[in-house]
């Protein structure tokens, strides 16, 4: 080798070293900043999803394997340092039992289908938040981005039922009267919604409540994934509902407050409550766990919205059960809806076929009290009437009004609609042959259509969506 080649590879050798020597500069320059800001990278197998990137890599700097999506990289910077807050914790001698970890693996598998998926930094980072007391929107939860929205809407369809009709209202309530809640009142629905829920999927027998202490309570093998929250939660059972609520009551900023991770523990609490061995009957060979990942985004089955719902998992939306003819010759049973429940649930999509395969029955259309969860165009959102009789007293379905919530930051004040189930002005003005109604009415309006079928709906000032 000539002495100019040799020049040559030393010159690139020397490049090369400057180039890893500059990269150690900055690893330890990153150390310190994380140390600094009390934060650490877990050394765990991150979860790997396409579109799910954090500065250039996989983790986060919560020290949990987390998968930050879309929606969350256009709310925050490339290079920001997403963390979850930290933990609200109880005592360890509070008087729990420790979860272990054959009961986390179950808990994993009957959400995730496996034990290897951990909640996103969404989930992790939601909880059950009001709007400002004394405000329009003082009734309702402030909405997360993600799936967790969809447990935090079907919530708020029962602190409705509690809002409105509870047993010791005799009298219609007004709008402006579950405006003008104080903070303590808000506290005190969301507490008896969250024991009735529970309750009742519990069969009225046993609830189980779950919270977080400081301490770990097992060690996870190769076969299971640290959240580093789930293996320091602790089981409290209760046998009646009065002691429900009052611990539930106590203990509200561990599911309220920043850091609480309440979605999740709420959502602990409500399977441990059905029990997985009822979780197993509720469902059918369609659904065999209750949440689902696509493209890093976490979201909800339809058996996790009834569970809270009518306190049963079951799958479907149409009314009892039906007998699917397989290839095989072999007749399978899908899992609906066995009766009426408090709430209930209204649904449209744009996509037709979607909307065909999914029809709603009457035991959920129907339900016992005006108010319904809806499901437009994959978003949630409530609808409710302040008309105890709506749906009991078929004179009340002529002319009557329909209040809106969507959950989105856009939205300031309650939208106020009429509904006119005797004026055929929808049918005569926009049924034109062979057209497509998304493209002439809301979608919001195509969902109240299928209850009231041909209803005339007036916005009454509001500005109509889409």
């Not at 105890?388 to 004179?395: A, E, G, N, P, V």
């Amino acid at each position: 080798m000539d002495k100019e080649a040799t020049s040559d590879v030393c010159s690139s050798v020397q490049m090369e070293l400057e180039e890893i020597s500059s990269k150690i500069s900055d690893l330890d320059k990153w150390r310190k900043i994380f140390s600094f800001h009390g934060l650490e990278i877990s050394h765990r197998t991150f979860q790997k999803y396409q579109d799910c990137k954090f500065d250039n890599n996989k983790e986060d700097a919560a020290g949990t394997s987390q998968n930050i999506n879309h929606s969350e990289q256009s709310r925050f910077p490339s290079n920001t340092l997403y963390s979850v807050p930290k933990a609200v914790v109880v005592s360890s001698d509070l008087g729990g039992y420790p979860i272990s970890l054959e009961m986390a693996m179950e808990l994993r598998r009957m959400l995730f289908g496996n034990t290897f998926q951990v909640f996103s930094y969404e989930w992790k980072r939601s909880y059950f938040r009001f709007h400002n007391p004394y405000t329009d929107l003082a009734y309702a939860l402030e909405m997360d981005k993600g799936g967790a929205t969809a447990v935090q809407m079907a919530v708020q369809v029962n602190i409705m039922k509690h809002f409105l009709f509870a047993q010791n209202k005799e009298e219609n309530m007004s709008l402006q009267s579950i405006s003008e809640i104080s903070r303590k009142e808000q506290e005190k629905t969301l507490t008896t919604a969250l024991a009735d829920i529970l309750w009742t999927a519990g069969e009225g027998q046993r609830t189980t409540i779950c919270l977080i202490t400081g301490d770990s309570y097992f060690t996870p093998n190769t076969e299971y994934e640290m959240d580093h929250f789930t293996e320091r939660i602790q089981l409290f059972d209760f046998f009646e509902k009065e002691t429900i609520q009052q611990f539930i009551w106590d203990h509200i900023h561990c599911l309220n407050s920043e850091g609480s991770h309440g979605v999740i523990l709420f959502l602990y609490s409500l399977l441990f409550s059905r029990t997985f061995e009822r979780l197993q009957r509720d469902l059918d060979f369609t659904t065999t766990y209750l949440l689902q990942c696509r493209h890093g985004i976490i979201s909800c089955r339809q058996a996790i919205l009834n569970l809270i719902l009518t306190g049963r998992a079951s799958p479907h939306v149409f009314n009892g059960c039906q007998k699917l003819d397989t290839e095989d010759s072999m007749q399978k049973v899908l899992h609906g809806i066995h009766s009426r429940s408090d709430v209930g649930y209204l649904q449209w999509s744009k996509e037709e076929e979607e909307f065909k395969t999914l029809p709603v029955g009457s035991m959920l259309k129907t339900p016992k009290l005006p108010i319904w969860l809806c499901k437009i165009n994959e978003t949630y959102s409530i609808l409710f009437s302040l008309n105890r009789l709506l749906l009991s007293d078929w004179k009340m379905e002529h002319l009557f009004d329909l209040y809106f919530y969507k959950g989105q930051p856009s939205q300031k004040t309650t939208v106020h609609l009429t509904i006119d189930t005797h004026s055929h002005h929808w049918e005569e003005k926009h049924c034109e042959e062979n057209s497509d109604p998304e493209k002439r009415v809301p979608s919001l309006e195509m969902a109240i259509r299928t209850k009231w079928e041909g209803a005339a709906i007036s916005w009454n000032g509001t500005a109509p969506f889409f």
